[in-house]
C-alpha cells in the first residue's frame, strides 16, 4: 500500500510516500512543494491547486494523510491554513473518497516518538532510525514522513474525511509499534 503524508502550509507543503507491505515500511520518496511567499495569498492558491494536483498525478497513491489544523495564536493564519487545506483536499476528494484520513499532531507525534509533546528533532531522530537517514529540505518534510508513518502504524485507524463510522486510532508509540520489523 503506498501512503502519501501531507503536511498542509501556505508557503510550503511536505510531502512524503511510504509503502507499507506487511509488516515491512519503506521511504519512498519525499519533498516539499513550495509557493511563492511573495504572491498575494488568494493568487498563491491557483499555485497550490497546481502543485497538489501534479504531485497526486506522478505519485499515484493508495491513500492520503493528513495533519488535522492545529490551534495557532493567530487567527490569520489558521484562516489561511484552513484555505489552503481546503485547496488541497479538493485535489483529492473525488478520486480519494474514502481514502483520506487526517491525525492530529500529538497522535502523529505519540506514534513516531512515544509522547506527543515531542519536539521536531526527536522526530526526525526517530524517523532517521526507522527509515534510514536522510535530509530533509524542512520540517514541513519530515513531517509528512511522520504523518505517513502515523497512518500505517495505526492501521488506517485514523478519522476518514466524510466519514462517521472510522474509528479514531491510537497512538501505540514507539515500544508498541515496533514489535514488527520496519526497515527503509
Known amino acids: 500500500m503506498l501512503v502519501l503524508g501531507i503536511d498542509p502550509g501556505s508557503v510550503t507543503t511536505g510531502w512524503a510516500l511510504l509503502k507499507s507491505s506487511g509488516n515491512k515500511v519503506h521511504y519512498v520518496a519525499s519533498g516539499i512543494l513550495k509557493f511563492d511567499q511573495g504572491t498575494d495569498f488568494l493568487d498563491r492558491l491557483t499555485q497550490i491547486k497546481k502543485q497538489t494536483q501534479s504531485l497526486l498525478d506522478e505519485v499515484s497513491p493508495d491513500c492520503i494523510s493528513l495533519e488535522s489544523l492545529i490551534y495557532v495564536k ?56 526507522l527509515l534510514g537517514k536522510r535530509e530533509y529540505k524542512s520540517h514541513d518534510e519530515s513531517d509528512a514522513v511522520a504523518i505517513a508513518l502515523c497512518h500505517i502504524l495505526n492501521n488506517g485507524n485514523g478519522t476518514k474525511l466524510k466519514s462517521k463510522s472510522a474509528r479514531k486510532g491510537k497512538g501505540k508509540g514507539l515500544a508498541g509499534s515496533l514489535s514488527h520489523a520496519i526497515k527503509g
Do not use: W
Open 74 to 129: 493567530s487567527p490569520t493564519a489558521l484562516i489561511k491554513l484552513a484555505q489552503t487545506r481546503g485547496i488541497i483536499l479538493s485535489c483529492m476528494v473525488e478520486k480519494y473518497q474514502g481514502k483520506i484520513f487526517e491525525y492530529s499532531p500529538n497522535l502523529v507525534k505519540s506514534s513516531a516518538v512515544g509522547h506527543g509533546h515531542a519536539d521536531k528533532e526527536s522526530v526526525k531522530k526517530v524517523l532517521d532510525m
